[in-house]
Nanobody, 117 residues
Framework: QVQLVESGGGLVQPGGSLRLSCAAS????????MGWYRQAPGKQRELVAT?????NYADSVKGRFTISRDNAKNTVYLQMNNLKPEDTAVYYC?????????????WGQGTQVTVSS
């Protein structure tokens, strides 16, 4: 089992920055994929960025958000710069990994990011 705890959300003005963190505990495989997703009110959950064999970003955040990870700490980060009101959402951390001959997916509880003046 894997437990994920997110932190770093909050209220920020347009153009501001936030850094989200997601700490994983339990049985962690270093070759996993860690990522961030978000869900705005009335919308489906969408990919923001992932880090595994490669790094991927949603087009809407390219050039503004940066995903990074510290495998020694089993932590993934999302640096969000030049935030826009449309970035307002609950941000979720996700881990996908191959372990014990099966793929498993784990989600964090989510952290609210609100961009507003």
């Amino acid at each position: 089992q894997v437990q994920l705890v997110e932190s770093g959300g909050g209220l920020v003005q347009p153009g501001g920055s936030l850094r989200l963190s997601c700490a994983a505990s339990g049985t962690i495989v270093s070759t996993n994929t860690m990522g961030w997703y978000r869900q705005a009110p009335g919308k489906q959950r969408e990919l923001v960025a992932t880090s595994g064999g490669s790094t991927n970003y949603a087009d809407s955040v390219k050039g503004r958000f940066t995903i990074s990870r510290d495998n020694a700490k089993n932590t993934v980060y999302l640096q969000m710069n030049n935030l826009k009101p449309e970035d307002t959402a609950v941000y979720y951390c996700k881990v996908d990994q191959w372990y014990a001959w099966r793929w498993s997916t784990y989600w964090g509880q989510g952290t609210q990011v609100t961009v507003s003046s």
